[in-house]
């Protein structure tokens, strides 16, 4: 079973860039597809994008695809969100997730997801 911890989220002007961090613990991250997932308040839950385990596809939705790249250091147990040319509208609480373990197939559905971290606060200031 795998851990999940976000990190580096925060406070950012509007325009500006962020770089948000996904760290496992527990297994070899390279077994697992990861996707990142957001929420701002009284909202559902929504897929920012994808990476499959070796690093090589990725995906994304029409609303951050251009903005946002996933990448991952599976020597390091680390995915990474890199967004830019952040918005007002980018403001919520940004959350890893992993499929279960060997699972290759790239998903956009929430349930498909068996582990999450606890989550990490983007704020987007105008």
């Known amino acids: 079973q795998v851990q999940l911890v976000e990190s580096g989220g925060g406070l950012v002007q509007a325009g500006n860039a962020l770089r948000v961090s996904c760290t496992a613990s527990?297994?070899?991250?390279?077994?697992?597809?990861v996707a990142w997932f957001r929420q701002a308040p009284g909202k559902e839950r929504k897929f920012v994008g994808m990476i499959s385990r070796s690093g090589g596809s990725t995906t994304y939705p029409d609303s951050v695809r251009g903005r946002f790249a996933i990448s991952r250091d599976n020597t390091k147990n680390t995915v990474f969100l890199q967004m830019n040319s952040l918005k007002p509208e980018d403001t919520a609480v940004y959350y890893c997730?992993?499929?279960?373990?060997?699972?290759?197939?790239?998903?956009?559905?929430?349930?498909?997801?068996?582990?999450w971290g606890q989550g990490t606060q983007v704020t987007v200031s105008s």
């Open positions: 997730a992993a499929r279960g373990r060997g699972l290759s197939q790239l998903t956009a559905r929430p349930a498909d997801y068996a582990y």
């Open positions: 527990g297994d070899d991250f390279g077994n697992y597809v």
